[in-house]
């Protein structure tokens, strides 16, 4: 097992929820995301919130869980490379490479479901930008 700070894992999960209440918010995209989603704020609130947050909390843990395995400084023998230490450079690197892997796939899935290009872009950067700052967040928390 890799060595794994858990609770850099957790900030760096609840970083998300952070980016997620400043992304989606009124001020900055909310407006233009429930547009593009045909959604009122009627239907936002009628919403089961403890499903919706708590589901969200376990993605989050889970993809900076994954993120944090993934930038665990190894020990012993391992390809060319291993040597170096993981910081917040490279943390957000990675976490930034990690998020375009998700920006893709939120594209792919969107592209099937007939989404706007606007709402594409707004749920994808979403994306990089939080598994950036989880990224940098593990990477500091060395």
């Not at 930038?71 to 390809?79: E, N």
């Not at 490279?90 to 592209?111: D, E, N, V």
Request: with cysteine.
């Amino acid at each position: 097992m890799v060595p794994v700070n858990w609770l850099a894992v957790l900030v760096a999960g609840i970083s998300s929820f952070v980016v997620g209440g400043i992304w989606y918010s009124p001020n900055l995209f909310g407006k233009i995301w429930m547009k593009e989603n045909n959604l009122s704020e009627e239907q936002i609130k009628r919403g089961n919130k403890g499903k919706i947050f708590g589901w969200t909390l376990i993605f989050s843990l889970l993809m900076a869980a994954n993120l944090g395995m993934f930038l665990a400084d190894t020990t012993g023998d391992c390809p060319a490379g291993c040597g170096q230490k993981t910081d917040v450079s490279w943390g957000a690197i990675a976490g930034f490479l990690a998020g375009i892997w998700t920006f893709c796939a939120i594209a792919i899935h969107s592209l099937f479901e007939l989404k706007s290009w606007r709402l594409i872009l707004i749920n994808g950067f979403y994306s990089v930008v939080a598994l950036t700052l989880m990224g940098a967040i593990i990477g500091a928390w060395r």
